[in-house]
C-alpha cells in the first residue's frame, strides 16, 4: 500500500512539475504540501504499527478510533493533539449537562463518539452530506458502542432548526465555510438561545469570523479562539522520539491552508 502511494504522489508531482519546463512559486508550495501529506501517511501507519488506534492521549483518550479519518489529517486525532487550543471547551462541554449535541459536519465521528463516551446521558445528533462519512461515523459509534446515543443523518437545514431540535442542546459545528448559511438567526430564530461552537472557516470565506459574532452578539457571550499551529505532545513514546525534528512536527500538522478560529458562544 505504501508503494502503490509512493507511485501516485510520484506521478502526481510529474504532471505538475516534471512535465512541464516553467516551475513557479504555486507549483513548488503545491508539491510540497502534497509530499507534507504523503509523508503523514507513513507517520500515520507507523504510530498505528506502534500504538495500534486507542487513544491515550486528548481529550477522548479512551475511544478506540479508526485506521483512516472520512477526511483531513488522521495522526494528530490519534496522538491527542488535534485542535489542541480548544481542548479546554471541550472539557467544558463534557462536564456540562446537555440533552443533545448536535454535530454538524461529523466526519468519521471522532467529536460525535468522543462526546457520547464522556457524556453518557447525552443524546448525539451527528450530521454530514458526506455518505462515506456518515458510514464512518456509523462505524466508530459501533465500535466504541454507542449506536443507541449516536443518530447519523445527512444535511442540517435550517427548516430542522426549531425549538424542539435545539431546546437544551450545543450545536458543534464545523462544515468548511458553509456555516455562514446555517448559522443564521435571521432564518432560524431558535439559534438565539443554543450554545455554539462553530469552526470558522476564515481561509475560505474571509470575513465569516466577524460575520459569526455579529450575528450573535446580542444574545451571546463570544470567545475567539485563535489557533497559531503549534501543538506540544505530551509524554511522547520513546519511538516517537526516534523520529526527525521534520516527522515530529508533520506529525502534529493539521493540513490548514490558513486561518481557521473557533468560536465559543454560550446564552447570555
Known amino acids: 500500500m505504501a508503494s502503490d502511494l509512493a507511485k501516485k504522489v510520484f506521478n502526481l508531482l510529474k504532471k505538475d512539475i516534471l512535465d ?11 508539491s510540497l504540501r502534497l509530499l507534507a501529506k504523503w509523508r503523514s501517511v ?59 449535541v448536535i454535530n454538524v459536519g461529523c466526519a468519521e465521528g471522532y467529536y460525535a463518539v468522543g462526546f457520547a463516551l464522556k457524556m453518557p446521558n447525552t443524546e448525539i445528533l451527528a450530521y454530514d452530506i458526506n455518505a462515506k462519512a456518515q458510514q464512518a461515523c456509523i462505524k466508530l459509534a459501533k465500535k466504541n458502542d454507542v449506536t443507541e446515543r449516536v443518530s447519523v443523518f445527512g444535511e ?13 442542546s450545543l ?9 455562514i448559511d446555517l448559522l443564521d438567526p435571521r432564518k432560524a430564530t431558535a439559534l438565539q438561545s443554543t ?24 444574545t451571546h457571550n463570544i470567545i475567539e479562539v485563535k ?30 491552508s490558513g486561518p481557521t478560529p473557533w468560536l465559543i458562544m454560550t446564552q447570555k
Open 42 to 100: 507513513l507517520i500515520q501507519n507507523t504510530f498505528i504499527e506502534n500504538e495500534g488506534t486507542n487513544l491515550s492521549r486528548g481529550p477522548f483518550s479512551g475511544m478506540e478510533f479508526l485506521e483512516s479519518s472520512a477526511e483531513g489529517c488522521h495522526v494528530p486525532k490519534l496522538i491527542g493533539t488535534y485542535e489542541q487550543p480548544l481542548h479546554s471547551y471541550i472539557d467544558m462541554v463534557t462536564r456540562a449537562s446537555y440533552a443533545k
Open 20 to 30: 512541464y519546463g516553467d516551475i513557479d512559486n504555486e507549483k513548488l508550495n503545491k
Open 156 to 168: 442540517l437545514a435550517h427548516q430542522n432548526l426549531t425549538e424542539t431540535l435545539l431546546n437544551g
Open 227 to 256: 489557533d497559531d499551529g503549534m501543538r506540544k505532545l505530551e509524554n511522547p513514546p520513546e519511538w516517537f522520539l526516534k523520529f526527525s525534528h521534520l516527522d515530529q512536527l508533520l506529525a502534529t500538522w493539521e493540513w490548514r
Open 195 to 218: 450554545d455554539i461552537i462553530v469552526e470558522s472557516h476564515e481561509c475560505l470565506v474571509p470575513g465569516i469570523t466577524e460575520t459569526l459574532k455579529s450575528r450573535f452578539a446580542q
Open 171 to 179: 450545536i458543534f459545528c464545523d462544515i468548511e465555510g458553509a456555516e
